[in-house]
């Protein structure tokens, strides 16, 4: 079994490409619950939705959220009837979304996601990381946010001074899984708003310090491809490049894969962990995540 962490709109990425060069039925997806929250009265778990519309082969993969050709007409009367939601919820994504929050009215979350995986027809393990409720906070120049009021509300503008967000227990299985696999995958997502969450929890970092882990730089140069990292990394003190983040999982990785602009990293990555690959990590097509994907397996050199 291979488990891949993800978040947000890069892992997914990657997902596209491991579906297609390897089984699906031998991945096991851990994904964060941070920005887990209640919008328009229906529980949105973005991360989770994202990774399973994308499996699904759904995915809007403009906005890397949402279902491909949606409708908006309830979106759209919510502004008309002066009731604006903040995130912007397609017709069908948002019937996933109700019977989600209709579901966990019973079960947990770790069973409704299994529910609604299997109905997609989705092979592949699906795991929130946590069963718990999540809750993040950003602190900038404009005072404290929730993660979203920061992103959408706020377009990503202020300037970031520190995040938290509290403790969760991992969900029933998760640590098992993680020491049943071969290979452990840090997909190239925000590391400190979508894998440092994950690896956080209680005996994760032991059990990745047992297990063999391969880590994607989400950070190409000094920027990110896309959303807040740069920001958040700052904020927290920590280098934006492909270095700052190996350094952050230096405790337990085992390889990781840095873009070609970043060659001049190698070396020094090499002094904080066995093995750094250096390649094309930007996913513009298939073609490119499906070499990622290969090259993350090791089957590629
Ligand atoms: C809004 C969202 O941001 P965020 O919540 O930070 O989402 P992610 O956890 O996915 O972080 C985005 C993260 O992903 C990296 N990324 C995206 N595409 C690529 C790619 O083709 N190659 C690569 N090496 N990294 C990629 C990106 O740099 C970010 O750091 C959001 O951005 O949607
Ligand atoms: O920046 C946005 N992110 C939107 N997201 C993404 C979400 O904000 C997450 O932050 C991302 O998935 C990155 O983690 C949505 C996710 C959903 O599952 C459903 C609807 C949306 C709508 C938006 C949106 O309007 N703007
Ligand atoms: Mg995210």
Redesign the pocket.
């Known amino acids: 079994m291979i488990t891949v962490l993800s978040?947000?709109?890069g892992t997914p990425k990657l997902l596209e490409g491991l579906v297609k060069v390897s089984d699906p039925k031998n991945l096991n997806i851990i994904v964060?619950t941070l920005?887990n929250d209640y919008?328009s009265g229906v529980y949105?778990?973005?991360?989770?939705?994202?990774v399973m519309?994308t499996l699904a082969g759904i995915i809007n993969t403009e906005?890397?959220?949402?279902i491909e050709n949606d409708t908006f007409i309830t979106h759209e009367t919510l502004k008309e009837i002066n009731c604006p939601e903040?995130?912007?919820?397609?017709d069908k994504?948002r019937a996933t979304?109700i019977q989600k929050t209709m579901l966990m009215e019973k079960y947990p979350l770790s069973t409704v996601v299994n529910i609604q995986k299997n109905a997609l027809g989705i092979k592949s393990e699906i795991k929130p990381m946590s069963n718990d409720k999540s809750n993040i906070t950003i602190v900038t120049d404009q005072g404290e946010m929730k993660?979203?009021e920061f992103?959408?509300e706020k377009?990503g503008k202020p300037h970031v001074k520190d995040i938290f967000y509290n403790q969760v227990e991992p969900s029933p299985g998760l640590i098992e899984s993680i020491e049943e696999s071969e290979m452990v995958i840090l997909g190239p997502?925000?590391p400190i708003?979508?894998l440092w969450p994950i690896i956080s929890m209680k005996h994760v970092v032991k059990t990745l310090e047992k297990a063999y882990v391969v880590g994607i730089s989400p950070i190409i140069g000094n920027s990110p491809v896309s959303?807040p990292a740069a920001k958040f990394m700052n904020a927290l003190g920590h280098d934006v490049s492909c270095f700052g983040v190996a350094k952050m999982y230096s405790k337990f990785l085992d390889k990781f894969i840095i873009d070609l602009v970043d060659v001049d990293y190698k070396d020094q990555i090499e002094r904080l962990i066995p093995e750094a690959v250096v390649t094309n990590t930007n996913m513009k097509n298939i073609g490119d995540k499906m070499m990622l994907a290969k090259i993350s397996l090791g089957e590629i050199i």
Do not use: C, M, P
């Open positions: 978040g947000g709109t964060n920005e919008f949105v778990a973005a991360d989770i939705d994202t519309y906005t890397w959220y949402g903040t995130l912007r919820i397609g994504d979304k993660f979203h992103l959408i377009q997502s925000n708003t979508s959303g």
